[in-house]
């Protein structure tokens, strides 16, 4: 089986795959040929950094005072408490690295800013990287891969063999 693979960085592979994170934020719009397709969701080799974590746990926490990214906030922050309580002064490691966690239909891409509105005035951009906010690819009927299976990824969409 042969699939359309695209790489995340944890926490973020897994609060898609725990259905938190109904959008993955990219600079670019999918191909029209992705949309209404399963692609398999990889969780990229960067190590987690644990004050992204905790930063994400106290905005999520404070919507009105810190901006919020564009996450459900009662699936998500209970998997950011056990990252930060199993890991209190090391790098996160129990969440997997290099592996395909899930796979997930690519639904029609919004505008990262009309992504936000649907959480919240404060809502917005979940990362420091410049452009990756413009288009929101929704991310629907996850299916999660028991075990997760080991692969080595690549950035921007890849061909996965589901070995």
């Known amino acids: 089986m042969m699939m359309k693979a695209l790489t995340v960085w944890q926490p973020w592979t897994t609060l898609i795959a725990i259905e938190a994170k ?5 600079g670019w719009r999918p191909p029209a040929s992705l949309i209404g397709q399963r692609i398999a969701i ?5 190590p987690m950094k644990r004050s992204e974590v905790l930063a994400l746990r106290i905005n999520l926490a404070n919507p009105g005072r810190h901006p919020t ?7 998500a922050i209970p998997l950011l408490d056990k990252i930060l309580e199993q890991h209190k002064s090391a790098v996160p490691s129990f969440l997997p690295l290099s592996h395909v966690l899930c796979t997930a239909i690519v639904g029609e891409p919004k505008s990262g800013e009309d ?27 996850i299916e999660l891969l028991e075990p997760p299976a080991p692969a080595s990824g690549l950035q921007g969409l890849w061909n996965w063999r589901g070995e």
Not at 22 to 26: I, Q, T, V
């Open 22 to 26: 109904p959008y993955e934020f990219r």
């Open 42 to 46: 990889h969780a990229g080799a960067r």
């Open 69 to 75: 990214a564009c996450l459900k906030p009662d699936i």
């Open 115 to 141: 992504c936000a509105h649907e959480f919240g005035d404060n809502a917005g951009n979940d990362s420091d990287r410049e452009g990756t906010f413009n288009w929101g690819w929704p991310l629907t009927d």
